[in-house]
């Protein structure tokens, strides 16, 4: 079936630094969607991408969503302890009328 | 506006017992989806619904599994019979009818099914 590759899968970081993950997929997406995860609680969108080379931000969030349509990407400037957490991509493939894809995850961890 | 409601929360069944999950999506959302989450991974689909349709239940076990989204009421995950891997964070999320948003899915807090 159809997978989508994020990495990297854990950040170990200062805070204050920026951050970069990004998602692969070897077919075409027409929706990209960025979500973060915290212990016992259900993921909350942070993003969402519709067009290819579509840049959106949300505060500190930017996402992009790749011109081939098979990437996208997640960058988080100046990090602050809350940022802490899992962040999951996700798409709906092509061929999927209603099938949203979930990467496996990164997990942010910050130095104070 | 409440958001997606879940409950219970947490759910403890012995082996070959039922349990009923519940998911009652955001006000005005029609489309209602079911996930699976294992610890350290992320999340597996595993049914789509509209009310009283099921549209897509590619990602169900063919076995012990049922779902519903009546008229009336929550939208129901049914796991008949339960095993021990089918202990796992169960979520439901719901997005709005509207073509141009209907990938935005909204998640509930999950229900944490443990069985002994």
């Known amino acids: 079936g159809q997978q989508l590759n994020q990495s990297p899968q854990s950040m170990f970081i200062q805070e204050g630094e920026d951050v970069s993950m990004n998602c692969t997929s070897s077919?075409?997406?027409?929706?990209w969607l960025w979500y973060k995860q915290e212990p016992g609680e259900g993921p909350v969108l942070l993003i969402a991408?519709?067009?290819?080379?579509e840049l959106t931000s949300n505060g500190r969030l930017t996402a992009q969503f790749g011109i081939t349509r098979k990437d996208s990407f997640l960058n988080i400037s100046a990090s602050i302890p809350s940022d802490v957490g899992i962040y999951f991509c996700?798409?709906?493939?092509?061929?999927?009328?209603?099938?949203?894809?979930f990467g496996s995850g990164t997990r942010l961890s910050i130095r104070p | 506006n409440a958001g997606v409601m879940q409950n219970p929360r947490h759910l403890v069944r012995r082996r070959g017992q039922e349990a009923r999950l519940r998911c009652s999506p955001m006000?005005?959302?029609?489309?209602v989806y079911w996930y699976r989450q294992l610890p350290e991974e992320g999340l597996k689909f595993m049914v789509y619904?509209?009310?009283?349709?099921?549209?897509?239940e590619s990602g169900m076990p063919k076995e012990r599994f049922s779902a519903e989204f009546p008229k009336e009421g929550p939208s129901i995950l049914r796991i008949q019979q339960v095993v021990r891997g089918d202990s796992a964070a169960y979520f439901c999320?719901?997005?709005?009818?509207?073509?141009?948003?209907?990938?935005?899915?909204?998640f509930g807090p999950g229900t944490r099914l443990t069985v002994l």
């Open positions: 619904l509209q009310k009283e349709n099921i549209i897509d």
């Open positions: 006000k005005g959302h029609s489309h």
């Open positions: 999320a719901s997005s709005p009818p509207a073509s141009g948003s209907k990938d935005e899915q909204f």
């Open positions: 991408l519709y067009k290819a080379g």
């Open positions: 077919s075409i997406f027409n929706t």
């Open positions: 996700a798409g709906r493939p092509y061929s999927s009328a209603s099938k949203i894809i």
